[in-house]
């Protein structure tokens, strides 16, 4: 089975369509959370408290670029992985060559161990060849993203009147030989969301409904295919509890804010 296969299954599981983002900023972590590997503590007691309500999980390769980092990721991967959740490593890579097969190797079993990435086109097809061919592996392809500069390059026109955006899609669309292809398309840009779902029937993973204040209908509306597709939220649901004393109280927070948008969601799905 593939990823999206593992994904459909997982979806209906749960009944929803949230990926909950593991974006453990060092920062914003409770004071509580003293000790080794803080990172991997929290991501464990968010992991407990919203997986009845997950699709999916979505770590951000960013906020582990370290030793420590590293190996609470990889704890966090396993974790999730316990809990038959699939885990979606938010990496936008993008190379030549050795470089992109070493960064490939992050979704091997001795590697990562991820399900799925994201990956950023702008090199071209060859620069992504080493995720596409992994047939049980999930590729999403950065199409329409979510923050405000999106639009600098994103929606220029290239011809025929066409955005660059959607000739994004079009390619990702025809590199899907092994239907493992996903497009990420943010819902903070609700008409570009629906210009691409009218051009592809790729499944989407749509971020910015959290945070970033996206349109939520919009995405359950243009960003599933034939039922399968994720809707992203990181700081709004694993930070919910911020400014709590009791840990108990803090990690309830982020379930139920998992769970909140999973309902709010399913009133358009």
């Known amino acids: 089975?593939?990823?999206?296969?593992?994904?459909?299954?997982?979806?209906?599981?749960?009944?929803?369509?949230?990926?909950?983002?593991?974006?453990?900023?060092?920062?914003?972590?409770p004071d509580f959370?003293?000790?080794?590997?803080?990172?991997w503590r929290f991501n464990r007691r968010v992991i407990d408290?919203?997986?009845?309500?997950?699709?999916?999980?979505?770590?951000?390769?960013a906020f582990y670029e370290d030793p420590d980092g590293w190996r609470s990721l990889e704890e966090t991967i396993a974790y999730a992985h316990g809990k038959n959740v699939p885990v979606l490593l938010d990496a936008k890579r993008g190379d030549i060559g050795n470089t992109a097969r070493q960064y490939a190797h992050l979704l091997d079993d001795d590697g990562l161990?991820?399900?799925?990435?994201?990956?950023?086109?702008?090199?071209?097809?060859?620069?992504?060849?080493?995720?596409?061919?992994?047939?049980d592996s999930g590729v999403f392809v950065l199409c329409r993203t979510s923050n405000s500069g999106g639009a600098d390059f994103q929606n220029l026109e290239v011809g025929n009147g066409k955005p660059?955006?959607?000739?994004?899609?079009?390619?990702?669309?025809?590199w899907n030989d092994?239907?493992?292809?996903?497009?990420?398309?943010?819902?903070?840009?609700?008409?570009?969301?629906?210009?691409?779902?009218?051009?592809?029937?790729?499944?989407f993973l749509v971020p910015g409904v959290g945070a970033q204040g996206g349109d939520a209908e919009a995405a359950v509306e243009y960003g599933l295919a034939d039922g399968i597709g994720l809707v992203n939220s990181s700081r709004g649901i694993i930070f919910a509890g911020e400014g709590a004393d009791d840990p108990d109280a803090y990690f309830?927070?982020?379930?139920d804010a998992a769970k909140k948008l999973k309902r709010r969601l399913d009133r358009h799905r």
């Open 164 to 174: 660059l955006y959607e000739y994004v899609a079009q390619r990702a669309a025809e």
């Open 33 to 39: 959370l003293d000790g080794d590997l803080p990172r």
């Open 49 to 61: 408290a919203t997986h009845d309500h997950a699709a999916c999980y979505k770590p951000n390769a």
């Open 1 to 29: 089975m593939g990823f999206f296969d593992d994904l459909r299954d997982r979806i209906a599981t749960t009944d929803g369509v949230v990926s909950v983002g593991l974006d453990p900023d060092p920062d914003r972590l």
């Open 113 to 135: 161990g991820a399900d799925a990435i994201t990956v950023n086109p702008y090199m071209g097809r060859d620069t992504l060849e080493p995720y596409l061919s992994r047939a």
């Open 252 to 255: 309830r927070a982020a379930g």
């Open 178 to 203: 092994h239907d493992n292809v996903g497009l990420v398309v943010g819902a903070t840009t609700p008409e570009e969301l629906e210009s691409v779902r009218d051009l592809v029937d790729l499944p």
